[in-house]
């Protein structure tokens, strides 16, 4: 059935009618009919955004967690595991996200056990990267051989989230509330870029999509084999490649990482935090050889002689811009203010001629992009900090970053066209007056294949 938005600015042209048709834009002009219509009363009517860098499982496993972002001492970490552990039965588990040293220092599994001796405790530290459990909780894991990373004595458990999930049998999440909640930001793709992402991962998220309750376009990396299912349910993206400054890989094992993806056919994404790991992987790209569409995934440390690399060798960077917002007072007070000007750039990187897309990271940022676009342009950490002035974004400019194909992030931006998909936007305000102050409050709608995703009431 075919759909006619009315009255809408597009690309700055105000007005206009466009009607959609077998999920693609039919046409666009003034006094088109449809069999259906939708007043768009003088709003913008953009392309989908697409969030490039997104953890959906973990996103919506946070709706039962305990959120730590907000806490700064250790008085305030023990009152909100207290807090959670008072609404729980004894023996229940307490799954707590977004820890960082800044609260109560170095965790380990005594300090937990102080907290809450009557509950299986969990706690994962900010950048995903570590979970520390409580005695009760490494009970809970059972006998047998563990994998590189597991430190049962302290409790510390070194990215091995798929691991842990098969040792305590963690059921799959409801997905319904995030595909609605980023439907409501406007968002119509997502590149889930989860390591850990398997066959049975990938058929919950297909499962999500073919029931509507994840009506976005999914592309899914994984670190091993995956493959795209005959229905489209989601695409294929590029293999992970996860580096971590405590544990870096042989050098010839990430050749062979990358290796591998070009026998399966794909591009190759590089979990990059820091300078070392920044480093290590152009070398590995300069010695394997880089493609169109392989990723540095966050660039939080790109210091300046590394720019003209990334330009060379063609690697997009896709960033966090919103990590500037909410970590922002933390970079301030633990990073050596010569460099700070190498965290999360932007601007540096597109005037070099660097592909660029932008991400939340979610559920380690806000998965709102709206708020990843406020936070390019300004720059300032809640607290008021302004971390690389040199790289804010003018509006439009840090908008268009969440809006490339997920396919070619950073490389291949869509506009709305006669053929294009019609995976729309429409705001309740031209784009100049939403780019003023931009909020997710201003999405008025959203829709996938032409199909209404999100109508706001």
């Known amino acids: 059935m075919s759909l006619a938005i009315r009255n809408v600015e597009v690309d700055g042209r105000a007005g206009l009618d466009v009607r959609l048709d077998g999920g693609r834009v039919a046409e666009i002009g003034t006094g088109l009919r449809a069999a259906e219509e939708l007043d768009g009363t003088g709003g913008a009517l953009i392309p989908g955004l697409c969030d490039h860098h997104i953890h959906l ?45 800044a609260m109560a220092g170095d965790l380990a599994r005594a300090d937990l056990d102080r907290l809450a001796p009557r509950h299986r405790l969990r706690v994962q530290h900010q950048t995903g990267s570590l979970w520390v459990l409580n005695s009760l909780a490494v009970e809970a894991l ?84 995956l493959a795209a299912p005959d229905d489209g349910a989601f695409a294929v993206g590029p293999l992970k490649v996860l580096l971590d400054d405590h544990a870096l890989p042989d050098f010839d094992d990430f050749l062979d990482r990358i290796a591998a993806a070009r026998d399966q056919g794909r591009t190759v994404a590089v979990h990059c935090v820091t300078a070392a790991e920044l480093a290590l992987s152009l070398a590995a790209f300069e010695a394997a050889g880089a493609q169109a569409g392989d990723r540095i995934e966050h660039g939080g440390v790109i210091p300046a002689d590394a720019v003209r690399v990334l330009k060379r060798l063609g690697l997009t960077v896709v960033t966090q811009p919103a990590f500037i917002h909410e970590r922002g007072d933390r970079y301030a007070a633990r990073v050596d203010p010569a460099d700070q000007s190498d965290l999360y750039r932007c601007r540096s990187l597109l005037d070099a001629g660097v ?103």
């Open 142 to 225: 059972g006998e047998g051989d563990d994998p590189p990373g597991v430190e049962r004595d302290n409790g510390r458990i070194w990215r091995g989230d798929a691991w842990l999930r098969t040792r305590i049998g963690v059921e799959p999440p409801p997905l319904a509330p995030i595909g609605a909640r980023l439907a409501a930001c406007g968002i119509t793709a997502l590149t889930d870029a989860s390591v850990t992402t398997d066959a049975s991962a990938a058929a919950i998220l297909a499962g999500a999509h073919r029931s509507g309750a994840l009506p976005q376009r999914l592309m899914l990396m994984s670190g091993g084999r």
């Open 355 to 457: 592909p660029v897309a932008a991400s939340s990271d979610a559920p380690y940022a806000s998965p709102d992009p709206w708020a990843g676009v406020a936070a390019a342009v300004h720059r300032t950490s809640r607290g008021g900090v302004v971390l690389g002035a040199g790289e804010r974004l003018d509006p439009a400019r840090a908008l268009s970053l969440y809006l490339d194909d997920p396919a070619a992030a950073g490389r291949a931006p869509r506009r709305i066209a006669v053929g294009a998909a019609a995976d729309l936007c429409l705001l309740d305000a031209p784009l100049a007056d939403v780019l003023a102050a931009p909020d997710a409050g201003r999405v008025r709608a959203t829709l996938v294949a032409g199909r209404l995703v999100h109508l706001r009431p």
């Open 57 to 101: 499982l973990g996103l919506a496993a946070r709706a039962d967690s305990v959120a730590l972002e907000d806490v700064t001492d250790a008085e305030a970490f023990a009152a909100r595991i207290a807090e959670a552990a008072a609404a729980r039965p004894p023996g229940a588990w307490i799954r707590a996200l977004g820890y960082h040293e």
